[in-house]
């Protein structure tokens, strides 16, 4: 594989764990009646900023965790 493709492949698959992450964790605080919109600084609005920040993160790192799984598979080749 070329090395565009690889970064390619490499900024796609960070965008969509990051994004992928960040969503659930918006959904989860929507689950937990927290609004990340509401006005002001309250509780539940910064709850739900920590979500959607952990999300992100955590999507962001299984991300990276597939890809160099899948960097193991394909060097185990024959």
Same mark, same amino acid.
């Given at each position: 594989? *070329?090395?565009?493709?690889?970064?390619?492949?490499? %900024?796609?698959?960070?965008? +969509? @764990?990051?994004? /992928? =992450?960040?969503v659930?964790?918006?959904?989860?605080?929507?689950?937990?009646?927290w609004?990340?919109? *509401?006005?002001?600084?309250?509780?539940?609005?910064? %709850?739900?900023?920590?979500? +959607? @920040?952990?999300? /992100? =993160?955590g999507?962001?790192?299984?991300?990276?965790?597939?890809?160099?799984?899948?960097?193991?598979?394909?060097?185990?080749?024959?």
């Amino acid at each position: 594989m *070329s090395e565009a493709r690889k970064l390619l492949l490499e %900024g796609i698959s960070d965008a +969509v @764990g990051f994004v /992928g =992450g960040a969503v659930a964790g918006y959904w989860l605080g929507q689950l937990l009646g927290w609004n990340l919109f *509401s006005a002001g600084y309250n509780a539940a609005s910064m %709850g739900a900023i920590l979500l +959607v @920040g952990l999300g /992100g =993160g955590g999507g962001l790192h299984l991300a990276r965790f597939w890809r160099a799984r899948q960097h193991k598979d394909e060097s185990q080749q024959p």
